[in-house]
């Protein structure tokens, strides 16, 4: 059940949730912190599956003190390998120290840590790694509708300028390429992920935000301890300058990717009624409720 991970596409939901889990529960979740753990993640994962590695240490076995510093005295050929490494004992101190560095620093009256991160998934197997090293962790993932999301993260992230006249319109179209790219990549991994795992992972759409506090935490597994809160009002809202060049810019550009990311978003879509037990054709989404990130 604890730690509990929030990853997500970004302009998503992941903050509203982040808030919700936080004020209802013993669990702090935490903010992003520019997925700094990802390089820890990836030795963790060469650890594991490393050849040479495997070949040149872990399939030796452990050794003495006798036996490594005679290697050392007289040269041996297992010198230039010569390792005491122990994989187990490595994804256990990874882990503590992982747990170590979001504990530490909870509030007084939160038992347990949690942080959202969506940079986790984009061109890394973190959240894979994460949750081996976690097994009992909540995890979820938030996503909603590529277009209003792509738009979202060009207003939100984008330089300020890129919007400022049609003159603009080659930045504009690399930042779009950049935000769409982001958003396929992401929900490609966890789409791939969830169909090759056993671990639990809540597929969270937009349209389930709309659903009461207590049923989006029931279906992610996680106790009320606290007064649910029912409106949290507007979370991160982006910036809603759009200005018409923009709009039709963007249309055009939309108009090559939309296929397929309606297809990963139905996709994607169908996980999450299966998650919160919904068994029906989706025919609609529902429009964006206040109270998330995911404002345009």
Request: with cysteine; glycine share 6%; hydrophobic share 35%.
């Amino acid at each position: 059940m604890w730690p509990v991970f929030i990853f997500g596409t970004g302009r998503c939901g992941s903050t509203h949730i982040q808030r919700l889990i936080t004020l209802s529960t013993s669990c702090w979740v935490w903010g992003e912190h520019e997925g700094f753990l990802a390089p820890l993640l990836e030795s963790v994962k060469r650890c594991d599956t490393g050849q040479e590695l495997e070949r040149n240490v872990f399939r030796i076995g452990p050794r003495s003190d006798d036996q490594v510093i005679s290697d050392m005295s007289l040269g041996s050929e297992r010198l230039s390998w010569l390792n005491r490494f122990d994989r187990t004992e490595f994804q256990t101190g990874v882990a503590s120290l992982i747990d170590r560095t979001f504990r530490s620093p909870l509030p007084q009256g939160w038992a347990e840590w949690g942080f959202k991160e969506i940079r986790y998934g984009c061109g890394n197997d973190a959240p894979a790694t994460l949750l081996n090293l976690f097994p009992e962790a909540t995890a979820v993932f938030t996503f909603r509708q590529p277009r209003p999301t792509i738009e979202s993260m060009i207003r939100a992230w984008g330089r300020p300028s890129i919007l400022d006249s049609p003159a603009s319109s080659d930045t504009f179209a690399l930042t779009y390429r950049n935000c769409m790219g982001l958003w396929t990549k992401i929900v490609k991994y966890f789409l791939a992920y969830k169909s090759s795992t056993n671990r639990k992972i809540v597929f969270l759409s937009d349209d389930k935000l709309v659903k009461s506090s207590k049923e989006i935490l029931e279906t992610v597994g996680l106790p009320a301890v606290r007064t649910i809160p029912q409106c949290l009002g507007i979370t991160n809202p982006g910036r809603k300058h759009w200005p018409e060049w923009a709009s039709v810019k963007f249309d055009e550009l939309f108009a090559k990717d939309e296929a397929e990311c309606l297809d990963l978003f139905t996709r994607a879509s169908a996980e999450s009624d299966v998650d919160f037990k919904i068994h029906r054709r989706r025919e609609a989404h529902a429009a964006i409720p206040l109270g998330s990130d995911r404002q345009p």
